[in-house]
């Protein structure tokens, strides 16, 4: 076991490096140093004394080695765009926001997709199953910015037109009434893929030889999918997760640029807008990361709920 | 991997297979496809992906003819933000312009975005995925963990980057989402090339002297055909859904070419004032995305594939 986790985090090691070193590739191929973009004119003497003053003129290998030492150290520069704010303290004041939200969208899939999937394979076949099957599809293959458009057309517009009843805001934070839309449009299309999952998980066990054992001997319907078959069923959906976080760390965005909440997605895409590098780079090294270290959690959890993973060796694949 | 490795067995099924394979391989492959024809066909959810998907090729296709306007045209400023009425079924936008038109060439941009995208991951990822499968060793070690390292950022995170490097436009979107999608072809491939490449019939083809580069076009991907497909027909929601996603934050297709992503991008600003704006491009993009999502499911049943993702 021991031995197990310490491969994980050995390979959460070169995971993260290589992520950074992606992103700091891209980046310094991108056109444009900050004091030649933009209009601004500068005498060519003064754009070398300015790069010299951050640093922009040593080797690549020193500006990447500086870079990542100074990262992680939650130091990621100064913000281009909102001078003279710290990209780490921007950072610190909205991904607790994203982070809520993301929660959030991840208890609302994991309850809804589970009960949908689970329901679906007890009625194989039967109406729940279609109902469930059908939802899941239609979640799974609307984009979430489009769900959340058609959300806030619905409930914002349409329907306290109808009714004369407005119960939600166009946007914002405030209040917890104002969670609920951002949530559903986040979590939507995680629960279509846990929903599925589960489906096709359960309904693999259903058929195994042990269930048939356990019908067998006389046990009750609920007692064998209760005790039997949900146990193993659901292992494989906790592998699920690692893929369903990147889609809410990605998601987040959209959903946060159309509901006007203030978290890291939406000041990432007016940071896309602006061009601002340093708060660009920042922010996809911190989602990259936070993905990875995501990653390795669940490897880990999987590792102790399923022996046969961490017999079978490091790598799961 | 689970290749049975009974030498005797081998000798035999060798020879059969060396004679079968000269007679009996073109009357398979076609009923193969045959079969998968019939069983798509009686799969009422990839019909209807069908149906939707050629009528948005002939969309795009004669866009031309369909829309009543061009896409940058305007046809009246003093009708801005109108509702849909009888000669403008899906109103006019904020610059005048007949949003009915700009959704019909709209499904151009879309679709050639999904085609063009899915061509640089067939590009990349068949290549890269053959031969690492097939010489496996170091080379197999290198370009697996080359995937890895790309597989290890969200996908849309790599094109965003990828986009802020070389600025917004069409030709921009192919590159980015090829270039960051090829992987998941890649591994699929090689976990094909891994399972074909102990086949009786590729070390029949060997031991008659045939080279790698032979055995690789006429043996292995023919077989591995199937889950290619399968996957490209994936692969074009997912590029589709990139692109969409880009120019609704302003970063994907520049004005005044419409998408749809960017027609409900600059929709927003005037949700206020009038909702049309939005509606109706994101219907169609939900859409678009059902219909190559049922087409999708279709194919994989119809054609027996387990895709491992």
Do not use: C
Request: charged share 15%; proline share 5%.
């Amino acid at each position: 076991m021991i031995r197990y986790i310490g491969i994980r985090i050995l390979w959460f090691i070169p995971t993260v490096l290589s992520i950074a070193a992606v992103v700091f590739i891209i980046m310094q191929a991108t056109p444009g140093s900050p004091f030649t973009s933009g209009g601004a004119n500068m005498r060519p003497e003064d754009v070398a004394r300015m790069e010299e003053q951050y640093g922009l003129d040593r080797p690549m290998i020193v500006q990447f080695g500086s870079y990542v030492w100074n990262a992680a150290r939650g130091d990621f520069g100064e913000s281009y765009a909102r001078r003279p704010q710290k990209v780490g303290n921007i950072v610190a004041r909205t991904f607790p926001v994203s982070f809520h939200l993301g929660v959030m969208g991840l208890t609302f899939a994991a309850i809804g997709g589970l009960t949908l999937g689970i329901l679906a394979a007890v009625n194989q076949n039967g109406i729940t199953d279609y109902f469930s099957v059908t939802l899941a599809i239609l979640f799974f293959s609307v984009p979430n910015f489009v769900l959340g458009i058609l959300l806030l057309l619905l409930f914002v517009f349409w329907i306290p037109g109808w009714t004369g009843i407005s119960f939600f805001n166009l946007g914002g934070w405030d209040s917890p009434k104002d969670w609920v839309l951002p949530t559903i449009a986040l979590g939507a299309g995680p629960l279509a893929i846990i929903a599925r999952y589960t489906r096709s998980s359960m309904i693999d066990v259903i058929r195994s030889d042990y269930v048939r054992t356990a019908r067998a001997k006389g046990l009750a319907e609920q007692k064998v999918i209760l005790k039997h078959v949900l146990k193993n069923a659901l292992i494989p959906v906790i592998t699920l997760l690692g893929p369903l976080l990147a889609a809410l760390a990605t998601g987040s965005f959209f959903v946060e640029q159309i509901f006007a909440v203030p978290g890291m997605g939406k000041f990432f895409v007016t940071s896309m807008q602006a061009k601002d590098q340093p708060m660009i780079l920042g922010v996809v090294l911190i989602y990259g990361v936070f993905l990875a270290i995501m990653n390795l959690f669940v490897d880990v959890l999987y590792g102790i709920i399923d022996p046969r993973i961490r017999l079978s060796g490091g790598r799961g694949d | 991997m689970a290749a049975s490795q009974d030498s005797n067995a081998d000798h035999v099924s060798q020879a059969q297979l060396l004679s079968e394979a000269a007679e009996a391989a073109p009357t398979r492959q076609a009923s193969l496809w045959g079969d998968a024809w019939r069983r798509l066909l009686r799969n009422k959810l990839a019909v209807i992906g069908m149906v939707i998907a050629s009528m948005l090729i002939l969309i795009a296709v004669f866009a031309d003819v369909i829309a009543p306007y061009g896409y940058a045209e305007t046809v009246a400023v003093d009708l801005r933000l109108t509702k849909p009425s009888w000669n403008f079924p899906m109103g006019i936008d904020q610059n005048g312009r007949d949003v009915f038109s700009r959704v019909v060439y709209g499904a151009r941009v879309s679709l050639l975005v999904g085609v063009a995208a899915q061509l640089i991951v067939l590009a990349i990822g068949v290549p890269v995925g053959a031969m690492a499968g097939y010489f496996g060793g170091t080379l197999d070690t290198a370009l697996m963990r080359l995937v890895d390292v790309v597989y290890a950022i969200p996908q849309l995170l790599l094109v965003l980057l990828i986009v802020n490097m070389r600025g917004p436009g069409m030709s921009t979107i192919f590159l980015a989402i090829g270039l960051t999608g090829w992987v998941t072809m890649a591994r699929l491939v090689r976990g094909q090339m891994l399972s074909i490449r102990e086949q009786e019939y590729v070390k029949a083809s060997r031991v008659s002297g045939a080279g790698p580069g032979y055995i690789i076009m006429r043996h292995m991907l023919p077989n591995s055909m199937t889950p290619i497909i399968v996957a490209l027909t994936f692969g074009i929601p997912t590029a589709i859904f990139i692109e969409a996603s880009l120019s609704f934050i302003g970063v994907g297709i520049r004005p005044p070419q419409p998408s749809w992503g960017q027609m409900v991008g600059t929709g927003q600003q005037y949700i206020r004032a009038v909702q049309h704006l939005m509606l109706f491009p994101s219907i169609a993009i939900a859409l678009t995305m059902l219909a190559f999502t049922f087409l999708g499911d279709g194919l994989r049943d119809a054609l027996d594939v387990r895709l491992n993702d």
